[in-house]
């Protein structure tokens, strides 16, 4: 027996190796430690879309899909059916892409945010007829994209051609717009790309990539980037139109922000006040409902920008005499569209906050005038309370007197009642003397007593 050891056979005193995770799979778990709950779905992140080999000559149909949440779903669903009817493997629900082969045509699917992708490759008998690249037309290859129901609106719909290298024997100017044609050396010189960036009668942008010796690996990296270009670039410009829409409503407030300005120097009284602060209030809250519509649209345009830029920076493009690269025609098409959402943004922003300030301001005055009334209503109000106190003292006044005479004609009355009592007992008093006599200390009782329940619901207050 041979003493070369077999790959993957344990030796004494070493250790077999560990079994390595599945492609795609979980990552292996580390006992006895535990996992965090992200852990596999961020490891996986990276391997999410993976290049994908392709050999030359080839022809892919790429398309993609608005979609939102509802429709994400059903589309899920709907492939994975097909995949399952065809004998294919069906997508998990957490994977973001996935391959199958339907009868010689080999398609992707992926799932994006807010965007689904469709890529058919087709089969070598479709690649060429006619000796012309994009032979059939795309038109009449669509029954293999006809085998799923839409999943959302078409936005994105690109047909590209890789071809060997032939020199000067593809006459682009047959192919492409000749005023809009974009052409560069790419991969260092192994491979060409070209386009018109303008659908042809069936819709489909046109892409030209000439191989030049490349591996099938680099034809696959270099074939997802140039589509990843076309597709970022047009949910880019989504941003435009929103911007475009928004505009009129920003000048508009701009300039009724302005009238309201010069009226507020001119403003007083506390409803007119009152009127210039309502309306402020409603201009900033229709800015803020166009910023919150706005603010997903303008946010991803800004993002996809950057990926396409950072794509072209990837795959090194080299100007080729006589025509733009793609990124000197995108920079002269896509900046000034990225610009105008990026001003329109920046306008929101700030009369968003000019608004803020305005109505600060105008409510600092209304709140001036509120206390300046409120000033004037309290010295009001005390005034009326010392009058009231006057009042109170001169009726307390009063009562005292009407009161000392009720009790004082009680007393007379029980005097001259008891008078001949009196008599008839030997004692001998004047009435009206001694009733002149009762009056002062009866004043006197009567006073005190009021003052003490005057004094007695003042504690209580």
Known sequence: ???????????????????????????????????????????????????????????????????????????????????????????????????????????RWERHAEFTTYTWELPAEDIIAGGLPFHPSSASLMASLAQLPQPGLLLVAVDLHLTTDTADSLPLDRLFDRSSLARSDVEDGFAEIATDFQPDVSGFVRILVRDRGMTPDAAGALIQRVLEVETYRTLALLGLPEAMRITPSIARIEERLRALTTEMKNTEGLAANHKLLDELTSLAAEVEADAAASLFRFGASRAYDEIVGLRLRTIGERPIAGFPTWQQFLARRLLPAMRTCQTTEQRQANLSLKLTSAANLLRTRVDVELEQQNRDLLSSM????????????????????????????????????????????????????????????????????????????????
């Open 1 to 107: 027996m041979s003493d070369v050891p077999v790959p993957g056979a344990s030796r004494p005193g070493i250790p077999a190796p560990a079994p390595q995770p599945a492609p795609n799979g979980p990552p292996p778990a580390l006992s006895p430690f535990r996992d965090h709950p992200l852990r596999a779905g961020v490891l996986a992140e990276l391997h999410a879309r993976p290049f994908v080999p392709v050999a030359t000559p080839a022809r892919l149909l790429h398309l993609a899909f608005l979609v939102n949440r509802e429709e994400a779903s059903a589309d899920r669903d709907a492939f994975a059916a097909l995949c399952t009817a065809r004998g294919q493997p069906a997508p998990s629900r957490q994977a973001k892409q996935h391959h199958a082969a339907f009868g010689g045509v080999n398609v």
């Open 382 to 461: 005390n005034k009326r309370a010392r009058m009231q106190l006057r009042l109170q003292q001169t009726v307390e006044g009063l009562s005292v007197a009407a009161i000392s005479y009720y009790v004082i004609s009680l007393l007379h009355y029980a005097l001259e009642g008891l008078h001949a009592a009196a008599e008839h007992a030997g004692l001998h008093y004047d009435v009206g003397i001694a009733t002149a006599l009762a009056v002062p200390f009866v004043v006197l009782a009567i006073w005190m007593v009021v003052r003490r329940i005057r004094r007695g619901h003042f504690d209580e207050g």
